[in-house]
């Protein structure tokens, strides 16, 4: 790839991330100190545990319960900050919106078609986990705003550790529903958040024999302990939800 060469947008949903042209790497560290900084400041945030992310070099699909747009956000800065390349999985609806096309590509983003066996997409995660690089995704789907919201996990991203030979890691978020609480149209300001990082679930740890079984047990094992770190999160910090 080159620096404003009409690179494609599969150039960059295929391209390993360390190949991105040097105006699309400096987007991304522009992005995290940016994103970095007015997040923490506006919504101070902290990764528990976070050593389980940074430390750990290899490509892993990470996990996560979704109540914002903040956790995603500190997640892609932290790990960026920390030189750990990671993908977003994310609607392919905001295609429909060409910068924000345009932007989710230079970050790495690789959109998925929800409700649909999406080939491409799987094999896009399963090529950048062979890379090296780390795969975010949030099974919930959409942000859940109260515990009493129906929750539907979608379904892959074990597919695609499996596919890519490799682990799932469970992460949690606390506090940042309190940022736009449901009903209401300002955001709050100032809320604390804290986020907190599980240790990585291998295959080898399910019980289950074939790959669809073993799909399902790890999928239902990774949730479990997502909202086992939320909930650890919850007890350590009352107030937050």
Known sequence: MRAFAGNTYDDYYETPMSEFPLPGKA?????????GFFTKLLWPWTIEDSQKLWNDKHGRVIVG????MLEPVAMLVSMRMHGIPCRP??????????????????????PVERGTADVKCLRRAERALKRGECILIYPEGTRIRTDDQPVEIHGGFALMARMGKTDVQPTAVVGARDISPKGKFFKRIFCRVFLK?????????????GRKAQCEEMERVTMERVYALRDELRAEHPGKS
């Open 27 to 35: 987007l991304l560290w522009l992005a995290a100190i940016v994103c």
């Open 197 to 209: 990082a599980g240790d990585c679930i291998t295959f080898d740890e399910m019980t289950a024999t």
């Open 89 to 110: 999985i994310y609607k392919s609806e905001f295609d429909k919106v060409p910068l924000a096309k345009w932007l989710f590509s230079r970050l790495g983003a690789i």
């Open 65 to 68: 319960n979704h109540v914002s």
